[in-house]
C-alpha cells in the first residue's frame, strides 16, 4: 500500500522559512519522481517542485525559483521541500504526491498517488 506522510507546515511570517517533509512507503522510489502541490483556497492545485531520485533531476515553478529547495534521502524515503523567504502568497495545503518519472522535465502534471496534505500560512 502506498503511503505518503506530510509534516513540517505551521504558520510563519514573510520571510521566513518552513521545511516540509514527506515520508513515502509501498513503492520504488527509482521509478518514479516525488512531487510537491499546493492549493491556496479558491484556486486550482499547482505542482511547486519535484525530484527524481533516480537521477537527481529537478523542477520548480517560476514561482518559487530561488526561493524553495526539493531533496530526497532514498535510503530513509523522505523528500523534503525547504521554502525560504516566504510570502503570504504561499500560504496553502500543501501535498506531496507520487508522479511519473519525466515530471521533472516539464513539471508535475500526473499523479499516481496523493499524501494528505500539511497547511502552510504566511502571515504579512
Known amino acids: 500500500e502506498v503511503q505518503l506522510v506530510e509534516s513540517g507546515g505551521g504558520e510563519v511570517q514573510s520571510g521566513g522559512s518552513l521545511r516540509l517533509s514527506c515520508a513515502a512507503s509501498?513503492?520504488?522510489?527509482?521509478?518514479?519522481?516525488i512531487g510537491w502541490f499546493r492549493q491556496a483556497p479558491g484556486k486550482e492545485r499547482e505542482g511547486v517542485s519535484c525530484?527524481?531520485?533516480?537521477?537527481?533531476?529537478?523542477y520548480y515553478a517560476d514561482s518559487v525559483k530561488g526561493r524553495f529547495t526539493i531533496s530526497s534521502d532514498k535510503g530513509k524515503n523522505m523528500v523534503y521541500l525547504q521554502m525560504n523567504s516566504l510570502k503570504p502568497e504561499d500560504t496553502a495545503v500543501y501535498y506531496c504526491?507520487?508522479?511519473?518519472?519525466?515530471?521533472?522535465?516539464?513539471?508535475?502534471?500526473?499523479?499516481?498517488?496523493w499524501g494528505r496534505g500539511t497547511q502552510v500560512t504566511v502571515s504579512s
Open positions: 525530484i527524481s531520485s533516480s537521477d537527481g533531476g529537478t
Open positions: 509501498g513503492f520504488d522510489f527509482d521509478d518514479y519522481a
Open positions: 504526491a507520487v508522479t511519473p518519472p519525466w515530471a521533472t522535465i516539464h513539471g508535475p502534471r500526473v499523479v499516481h498517488y
